[in-house]
């Protein structure tokens, strides 16, 4: 019995410490509410405003930094103002205003073909937010580690971008799974791996200065 009694209370520590971890992550209590606020809503607009920055290569596949700006928002704001930064930005375009890559309409994420990357905007800067705060505390110093944190949370948003992208546009127009992947992934991989890098080095520089702005 008493064995017994000492393994329930270990578990019931165990649960709550998990518990205190889990509310810890996405605690968005900040000292500069207002400052968080009002970072949301700029970068917010940094990202509809990226929908008319289109950079051509030389293969014929344009580069569209609405991506890019979406990870960044999420990893620089944190899960939570980086979340609630694409989803006004989803909102604006939802009510008709021409963010979506010069087009608007809650048709455009529901049944367009690229209904699935916009959803995938969301889930990948909350989820990149998410990683930063697990793995990035003010006691890292180690700029390798960061380098490497930050090169594998941007992998993980562009796979969450690009894989709701695939399904969304094999549910949308009815494609097979290699058209979509040759509609959706392939041709953009060489602009993709520019902007990673991008990220990277934007995250870098700028994570330690917002996060000062928010705390």
Known sequence: NILKKRTIIYNICVDWQRLVYFVTIFQVKTEKPMTAYILTIAFSALLCAASFI????????????????????GILLGPIYGGLSVLIFLIIGAIGFPVFTGKGGIQIILNGPTGGILIGYLL??????????????????????QYLIFSFVTAIGFFIIFFLGIFGFMHNTGADFIKSVYSVLIPFIPGTIIKGILIVLLSKRFYNIIKNYLY
């Open 54 to 73: 289109i950079i051509p290569l030389p293969l014929g596949i344009p580069i569209a930094f609405q991506d890019m700006i979406a990870l960044l928002n």
């Open 124 to 145: 990948a800067a909350f989820f990149c937010g998410l990683l930063i705060k697990i793995f990035i505390n003010k006691k890292t110093k180690n700029n390798f580690y």
